[in-house]
């Protein structure tokens, strides 16, 4: 299934099918790609990060939490990344810059004290829509990370004068201090981020028109699943309105 042109509809339209896709994802998640003791939320409203957010918590999670990535208690399941290590079109790896000094480090708990360990973002046009909200995103990606939490960050929309290297350069130069050039053929892009002192980023760009790659998300610093990403943009394609499916797809439904 390719990657379609989001820009062409107005923001209410794509809500509605950025909606499906997260619950979607959630749905494959609890089915079967998630080992034991892990689950997938999706979250209407957190009063820290915001809304759009697909948590995974740890049921037996309990105690502090100081931004390194903590041992788990059931380590079954998963994909060894020693045995199978995940692929993208861009790897790096860098040493996170600190925060500065006074800034508390962000400790995100679940109301019923379940431990989150990973996130996932799947990028608005309102997260484009002006500096403020620019800048609010960024930081509340940059945030999760420092906090220990891994990341996927999915961005179906191109760069702006605001994020000229796409929504993963302006996270990775805050993370790190590096450059992360988008390529220009490639202005969407797909970033799965494993935190800890030294931050991973396997960065997928991708164009319109182009089969939407799977996405590893980090359990741990040694283990991760593979999000059906295509899969379930597909599921959630199939039940978006034909109406709307036709104007997205510029008059060419699939």
Same mark, same amino acid.
């Given at each position: 299934?390719?990657?379609?042109?989001?820009?062409?509809?107005?923001?209410?339209?794509?809500?509605?099918?950025?909606?499906?896709?997260?619950?979607?994802?959630?749905?494959?998640?609890?089915?079967?790609?998630?080992?034991?003791?892990?689950?997938?939320?999706?979250?209407?409203?957190?009063?820290?990060?915001?809304?759009?957010?697909?948590?995974?918590?740890?049921?037996?999670?309990?105690?502090?939490?100081?931004?390194?990535?903590?041992?788990?208690?059931?380590? +079954?399941?998963?994909?060894?990344?020693?045995?199978?290590?995940?692929?993208?079109?861009?790897?790096?790896?860098?040493?996170?810059?600190?925060?500065?000094? %006074?800034?508390?480090?962000?400790?995100?708990?679940?109301?019923?004290?379940?431990?989150?360990?990973?996130?996932?973002?799947?990028? +608005?046009? %309102?997260?484009?829509?002006?500096?403020?909200?620019?800048?609010?995103?960024?930081?509340?990606?940059?945030?999760?990370?420092?906090?220990?939490?891994?990341?996927?960050?999915?961005?179906?929309?191109?760069?702006?004068?605001?994020?000229?290297?796409?929504?993963?350069?302006?996270?990775?130069?805050?993370?790190?201090?590096?450059?992360?050039?988008?390529?220009?053929?490639?202005?969407?892009?797909?970033?799965?981020?494993?935190?800890?002192?030294?931050?991973?980023?396997?960065?997928?760009?991708?164009?319109? %028109?182009?089969?939407?790659?799977?996405?590893?998300?980090?359990?741990?610093?040694?283990?991760?699943?593979?999000?059906?990403?295509?899969?379930?943009?597909?599921?959630?394609?199939?039940?978006?309105?034909?109406?709307?499916?036709?104007?997205?797809?510029?008059?060419?439904?699939?």
């Amino acid at each position: 299934m390719p990657m379609h042109d989001w820009t062409r509809v107005e923001a209410g339209i794509y809500h509605h099918f950025h909606g499906s896709w997260l619950y979607t994802i959630a749905a494959a998640l609890n089915g079967c790609a998630l080992p034991p003791g892990y689950y997938a939320l999706a979250e209407q409203m957190m009063r820290t990060f915001g809304p759009d957010v697909l948590t995974l918590h740890n049921p037996a999670g309990n105690g502090s939490h100081n931004g390194s990535p903590r041992e788990l208690p059931n380590r +079954s399941g998963g994909v060894a990344i020693a045995e199978a290590p995940p692929r993208a079109r861009v790897e790096a790896k860098e040493k996170r810059v600190p925060l500065p000094q %006074g800034q508390r480090r962000l400790s995100i708990r679940h109301v019923s004290d379940h431990r989150m360990v990973a996130i996932i973002e799947l990028v +608005s046009p %309102g997260n484009k829509d002006g500096v403020s909200n620019f800048d609010a995103f960024v930081g509340k990606a940059c945030g999760m990370i420092h906090a220990g939490l891994h990341l996927i960050v999915i961005d179906p929309f191109p760069p702006t004068r605001r994020d000229p290297n796409g929504v993963h350069g302006a996270i990775w130069k805050e993370l790190t201090d590096k450059e992360f050039v988008q390529p220009a053929d490639r202005p969407l892009t797909i970033a799965a981020y494993c935190a800890g002192e030294e931050v991973t980023a396997l960065v997928n760009p991708l164009a319109v %028109g182009e089969t939407i790659p799977d996405a590893p998300l980090f359990l741990d610093a040694e283990r991760y699943v593979q999000v059906p990403l295509e899969a379930t943009y597909q599921s959630a394609w199939e039940t978006f309105p034909a109406e709307w499916r036709n104007v997205v797809s510029g008059g060419v439904d699939g």
